[in-house]
C-alpha cells in the first residue's frame, strides 16, 4: 500500500516525500482508516514501528489550519519524547508548508515561555501531564477544541503514579473527543484501565514480530566490579558509531561516563537527575553526532527514535523482558543491523534465558579477548554493524 492510497492531502504527501517517507508501516496501514472517522483506538505495536506517524498523518489530515486553538493534545511521560514528537509535527508542517504550529509544555523548563507559546495558539500541543495541568489549573491552556487526546507509552502513563494526573487531564477535555493510547507494550492495568475510559476502544496490533530480526543479541558475563571497565572495552572492541548504555543507579551512570571520558570516548549522560536543559543539550550533541555514546536510564530513554544506534549495551540488565524489549529496540531500525549486547554477573544469566524462552531468540555468549569480541566455544570474531545497511 501507498500513503497515496490513504487519501492524503496533496501537501502532506509532499512532506513525506521530502523526509523520504517512501511508503507505510504495517502498523501506519491498520491505524489511519481506523483514527480518521473519530474512533477512540489503541495501537500497540513494537518499538521502531512507525507508531508516531502511525496516528499524526490521519489527525494532522483533519486538522482545520485556519482554528487557532488547541485540537490534538498528545500526553508524554518524559520531557525527550515530548521533544521528538513535538519535532516530528514541526517537521510536517515545515515540510508540507501548511500553517500548522506545535508546541512542547513540560516540566523543568520555565512556565512563562510556555505561556508565552500558547498565546500563539498552536494547534498541537504535546507535554507532560503534570505540566499541562499547572497550565490548565492557571486557566492559561484551553480545551474548548479539542478534538483527540493521545495518551503515548499508555502503559507507563496508565500506571498508578500518573493515572489519576491523566484523568483529571480526560476531564478537563470536550465530552465529545477521541482517545488515541498508543504502546509497544502492554500491561494488564493500561489494558484495564483503558477499557474503562473507552468501552469502545477499537484494539490495533502488529505483534506477529516482538522483536526486530535484524538485531544481533549477546551477553558477556563478569565480576560485579568489571562491569564499567567492561562497557568501555565493548565500545571499542565493536567499534561503536553509535551506542546507548542503559543503567539503573544515578551513581554508576556517573562513573562510568567519567571512565569514558578518560579513554577519549565522547559520551553524554541523559540519566533522569539532570536537569532539563543538561538533557536537552546531551540529546542534541548525541543526535548531531559529536558524542557517540549515551548513557541512559529506562525513564530518560523511553521511546524516543534515534536514528543509526549501531549497538545497545546493558550495564544494568533488567528483570523484565518488556522493559529487555525497549532497551534494544532502539537499534537495528530502518532495516539497519543492530547489536545489543548485556553486561552480567553469572547469576544474571537466568535472565537472559528466561528472555530466550519468551521471545524465541538467541542470546550467545561472547568473551573479550585481545580488543575482540569473540562468540564462546567458536571463538570468532564478527564485525560491528554499519548503520549504512
Not at 493515572?163 to 494488564?188: D, H, M, N, Y
Request: charged content about 25%.
Amino acid at each position: 500500500m501507498s500513503f497515496e492510497q490513504f487519501g492524503l492531502a496533496p501537501a502532506l504527501l509532499v512532506a513525506l516525500e521530502k523526509q523520504k517517507f517512501t511508503e507505510p508501516t504495517p502498523v501506519q496501514v491498520q491505524a489511519f482508516p481506523v483514527v480518521t472517522p473519530g474512533s477512540d483506538t489503541y495501537i500497540n505495536a513494537e518499538t521502531g514501528s512507525g507508531k508516531t506517524l502511525a496516528y499524526l498523518l490521519p489527525l494532522l489530515q483533519l486538522l482545520k489550519c485556519d482554528v487557532r486553538a488547541a485540537q490534538v493534545l498528545i500526553l508524554v511521560p518524559t520531557h525527550e519524547l515530548a521533544i521528538q514528537i513535538h519535532g516530528v509535527a514541526t517537521e510536517m508542517a515545515q515540510h508540507s508548508g501548511m500553517d500548522i504550529r506545535s508546541a512542547s509544555l513540560i516540566g523543568g523548563a520555565a512556565i512563562d515561555r510556555q505561556i508565552e507559546k500558547l498565546k500563539k495558539k498552536p494547534q498541537i500541543l504535546v507535554g507532560t501531564p503534570g505540566r499541562i495541568l499547572e497550565l490548565l489549573e492557571r486557566g492559561k491552556l484551553k480545551l474548548s477544541e479539542l478534538k483527540t487526546l493521545v495518551i503515548e507509552e499508555a502503559d507507563r502513563l496508565l500506571g498508578d503514579e500518573s493515572l489519576e494526573a491523566v484523568k483529571k487531564v480526560i476531564r478537563a477535555c470536550p465530552g465529545r473527543r477521541q482517545l488515541v493510547f498508543v504502546s509497544a507494550t502492554e500491561q494488564p492495568k493500561s489494558k484495564e484501565v483503558m477499557e474503562q475510559l473507552s468501552p469502545q476502544l477499537v484494539r490495533l496490533h502488529t505483534d506477529d514480530v516482538i522483536v526486530n530480526p535484524n538485531i544481533e543479541h549477546y551477553y558477556v558475563v563478569v565480576d560485579q566490579r568489571d562491569k564499567a571497565d567492561t562497557i568501555r572495552k565493548l565500545v571499542h572492541a565493536t567499534k561503536t558509531k553509535k551506542a546507548i548504555v542503559f543503567t539503573h543507579r544515578n551513581e554508576t551512570a556517573e562513573d562510568l561516563a567519567a571512565r569514558l571520558e578518560h579513554h577519549k570516548v565522547a559520551v553524554v549522560d541523559l540519566h533522569s537527575t539532570h536537569d532539563q536543559e543538561v538533557r536537552k543539550q546531551a540529546m542534541q550533541n548525541f543526535r548531531s553526532g559529536k558524542a557517540t555514546v549515551m548513557i541512559a536510564s529506562d525513564v530518560a530513554a523511553r521511546g524516543l527514535d534515534i536514528p543509526n544506534i549501531t549497538h545497545v549495551f546493558n550495564l544494568d540488565i533488567p528483570s523484565k523482558g518488556k522493559d529487555y524489549l525497549h532497551r534494544v529496540g532502539r537499534t537495528g531500525r530502518a532495516g539497519a543491523q543492530g547489536i545489543a549486547v548485556s553486561v552480567l554477573v553469572r547469576p544474571e544469566v537466568r535472565l537472559v534465558k528466561q528472555f530466550e524462552r519468551d521471545f524465541g531468540i538467541s542470546i550467545r555468549e561472547v568473551i573479550l579477548r585481545e580488543g575482540q569480541m569473540l562468540d564462546v566455544g567458536e571463538e570468532a570474531s564478527f564485525q560491528a554493524p554499519s548503520s549504512e545497511r
